[in-house]
T-cell receptor, first 114, second 112 residues
């Protein structure tokens, strides 16, 4: 059981480049989310999805796009990378009873924008 | 809105010392409360949870009790080990809202 898989683990981008961070889960979870982790800031929600075809913005959505065409996959797209997007990105998933079971997190993608 | 406040770190302890990391919250309704742990270079792992008032979550020697009257969920361990060195996050999930709200994290370092 792979859980939540994120790729790549590390990435360096130049300002203005675009890229997609991949996230896949094999637990048939309805809910999926993207967070970014910055020193002294904890984790902040970027975008989330409650099921295939349904997405919504979190706390810090600017500069990011998401889509959810399948239950398993929830990619995060950076349209035009900026140094302020240098961060560690985590994808997480949960069942419908999120309060009871908590979230399962991927191992993260460390992104540096130069 | 929802918020979580946890004690500032870093916290440095000697092996076998007693650990407390304070966590208080503000939320609408009756949130579920969580402690997550992040070991160096890894993602977050669920450490323990409590879904209603007076529930006690426990795992790996760690405990936390959901105190509605003080809106708190403090993490405790009676005797820490070097392997407990990590960042600890308190988090909440409020009612039907499936969005986790995190505290800023507390770095714990345990020295032999």
């Amino acid at each position: 059981n792979a859980g939540v898989t994120q790729t790549p683990k590390f990435q360096v981008l130049k300002t203005g480049q675009s890229m997609t961070l991949q996230c896949a889960q094999d637990m048939n979870h309805e809910y999926m989310s993207w967070y970014r982790q910055d020193p002294g800031m904890g984790l902040r929600l970027i975008h989330y999805s409650v099921g295939a075809g349904i997405t919504d913005q979190g706390e810090v959505p600017n500069g990011y796009n998401v889509s959810r065409s399948t239950t398993e996959d929830f990619p995060l797209r950076l349209l035009s990378a900026a140094p302020s997007q240098t961060s560690v990105y985590f994808c997480a998933s949960s069942t419908g009873q999120a309060g009871g079971y908590g979230y399962t997190f991927g191992s993260g993608t460390r992104l540096t924008v130069v | 809105g929802n918020s979580v406040t946890q004690m500032e770190g870093p916290v440095t302890l000697s092996e076998e010392a007693f650990l407390t990391i304070n966590c208080t919250y503000t939320a609408t309704g009756y949130p579920s409360l969580f402690w997550y742990v992040q070991y160096p270079g890894e993602g977050l792992q669920l450490l323990l949870k409590a879904t209603k008032a007076d529930d006690k979550g426990s795992n790996k020697g760690f405990e936390a009790t959901y105190r509605k009257e003080t809106t708190s969920f403090h993490l405790e361990k009676g005797s820490v080990q070097v392997s407990d060195s990590a960042v600890y996050f308190c988090a909440l999930l409020s009612g039907s809202n499936y969005k986790l709200t995190f505290g800023k994290g507390t770095l714990l370092t345990v020295n032999p």
